[in-house]
């Protein structure tokens, strides 16, 4: 059963903790990313990445690092140095690294920091 | 800085009502625009429109592009309470997406 997975849906947190955050696909997709967003909004790109040990930042990367050693697996960190980290985060994968076309979506994960 | 907008922010409808939903975007090495269905957690792909003037369908759901007004727009008709959702649409353009605000909308019975 092909997909994307995340885990865990729920996590929380108290300020000034490191946190990360999984993300595994077994699409054989090349290409995948991080997203962030927050109640009554839409989704702002944290990092992405287009093949293994390659990423780049997206619109909203401080306070977020990310690493890329297996192409299945694009794991997210948020540092104590983002201001607010209380969020909904969603990675997505799609199968074309030169451009983003179709992503397919992870079911998310609901970070508080308190 | 690329920008995609969606209007309205919200609506409420009843059942049946048809529902046309705005999305406009200013991008350079545009590629495409999709739309998607978020309900509660991951969004759900609909439509990707490459071509400006052809319209694509799923069931009552359709959306086409204009790409001299920049501009797509998606219709649900005969609206069901299962429609009730949050429709973003992005455009792709070089290595990533770029999503609008979304537009909330409820279908009540």
């Known amino acids: 059963d092909g997909g994307i997975t995340q885990s865990p849906k729920y996590l929380f947190r108290k300020e000034g903790q490191n946190v990360t955050l999984s993300c595994e696909q077994n699409l054989n997709h090349d290409a995948m990313y991080w997203y962030r967003q927050d109640p009554g909004q839409g989704l702002r790109l944290i990092y992405y990445s287009q093949i293994v040990n390659d990423f780049q930042k997206g619109d909203i990367a401080e306070g977020y690092s990310v690493s890329r050693e297996k192409k299945e697996s694009f794991p997210l960190t948020v540092t104590s140095a983002q201001k607010n980290p209380t969020a909904f985060y969603l990675c997505?994968?799609?199968?074309?690294?030169?451009?983003?076309?179709?992503?397919?979506f992870g079911p998310g994960t609901r970070l508080t920091v308190t | 800085e690329d920008k995609v907008v969606q209007s309205p922010l919200s609506l409420v409808v009843h059942e049946g009502d048809t529902v046309t939903l705005n999305c406009s975007y200013e991008v350079t090495n545009f590629r495409s625009l999709l739309w998607y269905k978020q309900e509660k957690k991951a969004p759900t792909f609909l439509f990707m429109l490459?071509?400006?003037?052809i319209e694509k369908k799923s069931g009552r759901l359709s959306s086409i592009l204009d790409k001299k007004e920049l501009s797509s727009i998606l219709n649900i008709t005969a609206t069901q309470t299962g429609d009730s959702a949050i429709y973003l649409c992005a455009e792709a353009a070089g290595n990533k997406l770029t999503f609008g605000g979304g537009t909330r909308v409820l279908v009540k019975p």
């Open positions: 997505a994968s799609s199968i074309d690294r030169s451009s983003s076309y179709e992503q397919y």
């Open positions: 490459t071509s400006s003037g």
